[in-house]
């Protein structure tokens, strides 16, 4: 479904360049979902913008769905691929009804049928018709979330981008969001990508993952594998170390890796 | 954790905010005590956890109203000690670590002389002085090369460099209680573990207490030695550390559920549902606010 080859962001130029990411390459079946690891700065993010063509600044392969794609994206593939972002108070206009929120995409694509549409796409995620005529202000975050999945949702994408889709929410609603991305993966048929540094999440919502540092993929392995606990780099080991909770020993044996 | 009097008592702790209709409740009678240990308290957000801890430095800004039976430091009534009194306790006998170091640090001023600052606030000491124990601080908080650090500015850093700076300056006046709120969720994984090991190491060394608050429930269960559970503006539970894995109020137990594992195989995760009575269980006046 998704193929990235060779994939590097540069961002600036000459003495100040930053190369985000560095020959970048996985492949994504459809109906997989397919988790991107790391720390903060590891270039998971800029990876996930590069294919939802929200960055342009790239080179190598991107292809979704068979097509390989260009910097420019046109309509047919923004209805194809939507992308969920990480900050539920951030993503939805401060201004506009959810109604709105969610009829524009519907109008952009000249979709028609917007009432049903929304109706539908509420209940899909949850919110009954009585959440339609709220602004985002009158909503809890986890509610909010529900609507920045709708507004995905109602273009009936093949692809969800997930990025950190539930670390500004509480453990109690991020269990909830956890659940409904994992059910309309499977009513819907969606293929996702998850973008997290919560690899318990990972473990949860996705098959296959690769683990960024630095802007280049360390390993790759499946679901499977990381339950167990076996990675195969140093350097995911000691993220896995991290993530089992405070430990004196281990905190002392971290160190960087470039 | 020792036998020695507790360095803080609070009793019935309460803080509301003027609203609309009548008064919204943050905090609803909360007591507890903190001896040479490390504390932690979690709740979710909106549980009163932040409100609780700025409550005993008086730090909750107006038109908030704090009362209380009793919040007492070292022998000093916090409730009633003047402003001035108020100045020396802050920083000297209790400091407080913020989440966010974007916002705590002054952007206008090199980060050593902040922490420079905050020493000779609280110690007559000479600048050089100042100078020399700033560079031990950040030392100790594991920075690598305190002397190019010391003259940066804090949009120069980054926010794990940011937040051990903040845990310098807060940590240099020696504080007997240290109020950390959320001092590691800004930061990736493996810089958190650092940062905690550093505070850890801290409280073992000098006897320092600690208030940990943080809604990362498996991260204060390996790092604290106690835990009050918050929830709507109240404990709901007080367990040792340890223990948490079988503690019993229904709230505790459906945090813990709804956490995904790194081991999981559960197809989905249990979701909480809240039971109206755990807000006002064990309340007086029966709920009524």
Not at chain 1, 26 to 42: D, I, K, P, T
Not at chain 2, 53 to 71: N, S, W
Request: proline content about 5%; overall charge neutral.
């Amino acid at each position: 479904m998704i193929e990235v080859e060779d994939l590097n962001v540069i961002f600036g130029h000459g003495g100040g360049a930053i190369h985000a990411v560095r020959d970048v390459t996985f492949r994504v079946g459809a109906g997989e979902s397919f988790g991107l690891v790391g720390e903060s700065g590891s270039g998971k993010s800029t990876v996930l913008r590069a294919i939802s063509g929200l960055n342009p600044d790239w080179t190598g392969i991107i292809s979704v769905d068979g097509e390989a794609q260009r910097q420019r994206r046109d309509k047919a593939f923004h209805k194809r691929c939507q992308m969920v972002f990480q900050d539920p108070y951030g993503s939805l206009h401060p201004r506009h009804t959810v109604d709105r929120i969610l009829e524009e995409p519907v109008a952009i694509h000249g979709m028609g049928d917007a009432d049903k549409r929304i109706d539908r796409v509420l209940r899909e995620v949850g919110l009954g018709p009585q959440f339609r005529f709220r602004f985002p202000h009158q909503l809890s975050g986890g509610q909010r979330q529900r609507v920045a999945i709708a507004r995905a949702l109602i273009l009936e994408p093949r692809v969800l981008l997930l990025d950190e889709p539930t670390s500004a929410l509480d453990v109690s609603v991020q269990a909830e969001i956890l659940n409904l991305l994992k059910r309309l993966r499977s009513e819907l048929a969606l293929t996702y990508i998850l973008v997290s540094h919560n690899l318990s999440v990972v473990a949860f919502m996705c098959d296959r993952l690769a683990v960024m540092n630095r802007g280049r993929v360390v390993e790759e392995m499946d679901a499977v594998t990381l339950r167990r606990g076996e990675a195969s780099q140093d350097y995911t080991r000691q993220l896995l170390r991290a993530s089992l909770g405070y430990d004196r020993a281990a905190a002392d044996s971290f160190r960087d890796f470039a | 954790m020792s036998d020695l009097k507790p360095l803080l008592n609070v009793d019935n702790l309460r803080v509301r905010f003027p609203s609309r209709d009548g008064f919204t409740e943050a905090v609803r009678g909360v007591s507890f005590t903190v001896g040479r240990e490390k504390l932690g308290i979690v709740g979710e957000s909106g549980s009163g956890k932040s409100m609780t801890g700025r409550a005993i430095l008086r730090l909750v800004p107006p038109p908030g109203e704090v009362t209380a039976d009793r919040i007492e430091f070292d022998g000093t009534d916090l409730r009633t000690a003047s402003e001035r009194r108020m100045r020396g306790i802050r920083g000297r006998g209790i400091s407080m670590v913020m989440q966010d170091p974007k916002f705590s640090l002054n952007p206008v001023m090199t980060v050593g002389h902040q922490i420079a600052e905050a020493y000779q606030v609280h110690t007559k000491a000479s600048r050089s002085d100042a100078r020399r124990r700033t560079l031990e601080m950040l030392e100790a908080v594991r920075i690598r090369d305190p002397e190019r650090v010391f003259g940066l500015y804090p949009h120069e850093v980054s926010g794990g460099m940011g937040q051990r700076i903040m845990i310098a300056m807060m940590l240099i006046p020696d504080p007997a209680l240290l109020i950390a709120d959320e001092p590691t969720s800004a930061l990736d994984v493996t810089v958190q573990m650092q940062v905690l090991a550093i505070m850890d190491e801290l409280c073992g060394g000098r006897g320092m207490g600690l208030i940990f608050i943080s809604h990362d429930l498996n991260l204060v269960a390996s790092f604290c030695d106690r835990i009050l559970i918050m929830y709507a503006g109240r404990v709901v539970e007080t367990c040792r550390a340890d223990e948490l894995r079988s503690a019993k109020h229904p709230y505790t137990r459906g945090l813990l559920d709804s956490l995904p594992r790194l081991d999981e195989t559960r197809a989905e995760l249990p979701v909480l549902t809240r039971d109206p009575a755990w807000a006002t269980a064990g309340d007086p006046k029966g709920g009524a606010t």
